[in-house]
């Protein structure tokens, strides 16, 4: 059984905040179904996107990076996403140190 976003999203934002991780939700999608890209924002004008994607080897689900660099390239990416697909989420995480969390059990 699979998660619904809304709830994955609060939860991430937990986790976040328990760690002392600033985030907020740029964009809200689809309750149930909507993708969620998350960007890590390192204050220091560069950034990552990050997109679920399946590990065709293993059937899991993993984190990959979507787009890499100056900010505003990687705002540009994340725009021509949301274009596509309307009911996708969009979390900002601002960590100079580059924590996401990403990579944590429960949330790969």
Not at 49 to 58: E, G, I, K, P, V
Not at 74 to 99: K, P, T, Y
Request: proline residues 3%; hydrophobic residues 50%.
């Amino acid at each position: 059984m699979r998660l619904t976003a809304d709830f994955w999203v609060a939860a991430y934002l937990a986790r976040l905040r328990g760690a002392d991780i600033p985030a907020f939700v740029v964009a809200r999608g689809d309750a149930t179904a909507g993708a969620v890209l998350v960007k890590l924002n390192t204050l220091d004008g560069n950034a990552q996107a990050f997109q679920r994607s399946f590990d065709l080897m293993t059937g899991d689900r993993v984190w990959v990076t979507l787009a890499d660099g100056p900010e505003a390239d990687v705002d540009a990416s994340i725009a021509r996403q949301r274009g596509f697909d309307s009911d996708l989420w969009v979390i900002e995480v601002e960590d100079r140190a580059g924590r996401h969390l990403l990579d944590q059990p429960g949330l790969e």
